[in-house]
């Protein structure tokens, strides 16, 4: 056996297969209440969650019109400390604005 060829003898080679999966995403949601005001939402969906005014509107009314809206679909984390953020907001704005999230 030449001097420079390693020895191979006895040894087991394997191979470490790791699946790797997508985070999970998840649906923020706004509900509708009789307080909060349009304006509120729609400042909430312009600067929590970064939306144009157009697309902003278009939530707000349909969170008015159907009780709920998707504010946007991120990561478990990402969701939760948004809603904690709108709700903060809410709360020291003095409305009931109410954000829950469900898998997308």
Known sequence: MAENTPQREGLVITKDEKEVREPRLFKVLLH?????TMEFVISILETVFQKSTPD???IMLNVHHEGVGVAGIYTREICETKISLVHQLARKNEFPLRCSMEAA
């Open 32 to 36: 509708n209440d009789d307080y909060t």
């Open 56 to 58: 902003a509107t278009k």
